[in-house]
């Protein structure tokens, strides 16, 4: 099989292939490891690979489970694979190796996936791009100048590049769908509870899932590693009817001078035009938060998440952690989690609740609700790096515990505004248990992808799916794809 025919087929279309045994699962990974060779260069997608044990499984193996022999990869953060390194990112995990299978792990190789390797992540997966110091960043395969994005960005990167036709990944302020709207592919985020996780991470938004060129990938990953048929069911009973779809394309953060980019305004408008033409009803509509969900309700949770995050770090270090074990920014955040107390934690995930109620309000009249994924096209890598000055007042600030001189500065206030303007769409559906889709829909005037995302009331993921695949059936994206 050549490379070519290789990229020509989903995971889904690659399995039936090893079914009828017209293709081995040996030849699909080579295929797959002769891409990475041919291109991991210059994306810095995959960070570490099994592959003498990985020939060693596929080969002269019958076919099994869904995915028979469908090469895929790991996103490195909290999947271990027995005997394969785990590095979250981090140099804390450099001499880290796993002695067991994650659970979710065993679902996913016991579904016929042949697992090959891991994929880039941010330090413990806690930014919306992948630029960890210890393995530098990854790239974006339409244009290596800037980021997949993240937390995913790896396992994106290698979806796009063509080295897999589907990879792990997992959300927990839009790590999914961050990652395909800057790569061109399909991300969903399953209602909190869908997906077994190995841990409850980030207040409980934290999801597992996968990133793909195809709805249907997405839908038979999940059906899967649930052990269920409802999410391919869902697909074979057709597309929605005359929906009620809710639109915006305006900035959360408008006051404090954000803007949406006009290319990811249009790529919206175009969208909703579409969907008129499928007939559904389309109302421009506020968003239901306010501005506040994110430095007020959202850091708290993150900054209390990633304290844990580096205890555990500090745990694998055999209880001391060394000057560069850690990047500066995650400890900054990781003292400030350990400046919150449980009331105030508890408080945060309260404040979650009522955002979740005056969403299921908004669903009361509307169905989905459709807006941008992201603010802007795909960043540059190191458009998000502290300014010499405030990088280095973090880093003193980090080491001798000087936060409130930080906070009374604006400092932090300022790096989370940064943040936020880039991806203010993304993470009310994890605080309120919501699904959430990024479909490959628009492009920037410079040729790269730009995604729309859609949300449904917490529960709804079959509909979103179902609308997904209406939506790439009227506007295919599948042969959309980088010349790298």
């Not at 408008?254 to 305004?265: L, T």
Request: net charge negative.
């Amino acid at each position: 099989m050549t490379f070519d025919e290789y990229r020509s087929h989903d995971a889904t279309d690659l399995a039936a292939l090893v079914q009828s045994r017209e293709v081995s699962p040996a030849e699909l990974l080579e295929c797959a490891i002769e891409r990475l060779e041919a291109v991991n260069d210059r994306i810095n997608a995959v960070v570490s690979t099994r592959l003498p044990e990985a020939r060693r499984e596929v080969e002269g193996c019958e076919p099994w489970g869904p995915f028979s022999g469908v090469p895929l990869l790991l996103k490195d953060l909290g999947l271990e694979i027995s005997g394969s390194r785990l590095g979250a990112g981090s140099r804390s995990y450099r001499d880290y190796v796993s002695t067991h299978d994650s659970p979710l792990v065993r679902k996913i190789r016991s579904a016929g996936f042949t697992v090959f390797g891991k994929t880039a992540v941010p330090e413990f997966g806690i930014t919306p791009y992948t630029e960890p110091k210890t393995a530098g960043p990854a790239r974006n395969p339409w244009n290596t100048a800037h980021t997949p994005g993240g937390s995913s960005g790896g396992s994106a990167a290698a979806v796009a590049a063509g080295i897999v036709p589907m990879a792990t990944a997992s959300d927990g302020g839009g790590s999914i769908r961050i990652p395909a709207s800057n790569c061109g592919l399909f991300g969903l985020k399953t209602s909190r509870g869908r997906v077994p996780v190995d841990q409850d991470g980030w207040g409980g938004g934290v999801v597992e899932g996968c990133v793909s060129r195809s709805v249907r990938d997405t839908a038979a990953y999940l059906d899967a590693v649930t052990g269920t048929r409802s999410f391919v069911s869902a697909l074979a009973s057709g597309p929605p009817q005359s929906l009620r779809i809710g639109f915006s394309t305006a900035h959360p953060l408008y006051e404090a001078g954000c803007r949406v980019h006009p290319d990811n305004e249009k790529s919206v408008l175009s969208a909703v035009k579409l969907c008129e033409s499928l007939g559904h009803t389309v109302t421009e509509v506020p968003l239901p938060w306010d501005a506040d969900v994110y430095e007020r309700d959202f850091l708290p949770v993150l900054f209390v998440s990633t304290a844990g995050d580096v205890a555990q770090a500090r745990r694998v270090r055999g209880g001391r952690l060394g000057g560069r074990d850690v990047e500066a920014n995650t400890l900054l955040m990781s003292k400030l989690g350990e400046r919150i107390d449980r009331e105030a934690y508890d408080a945060a995930l309260a404040r979650w609740q009522r955002l979740a109620g005056r969403c299921a309000a908004f669903y009361e009249q509307y169905d989905l609700l459709c807006m941008p994924t992201l603010a802007d096209p795909p960043a540059h890598v190191g458009q998000f790096a502290s300014p010499p000055l405030e990088a280095a007042a973090i880093r003193v600030a980090s080491r001798l515990g000087l936060v409130r001189t930080l906070e009374r500065f604006g400092i932090i206030g300022e790096i989370a505004r940064r943040v936020f303007a880039y991806m203010p769409f993304t993470p009310t559906a994890n605080m309120t248990g919501a699904p959430a889709a990024s479909l490959p829909l628009g492009t920037s005037g410079d040729g790269l992808p730009v995604g729309v995302q859609c949300m449904g009331p917490a529960g709804a993921d079959e509909l979103l799916l179902r609308f997904s695949a209406q939506i790439e059936a009227s506007a295919p994206w599948f042969d959309r794809v980088p010349e790298l």
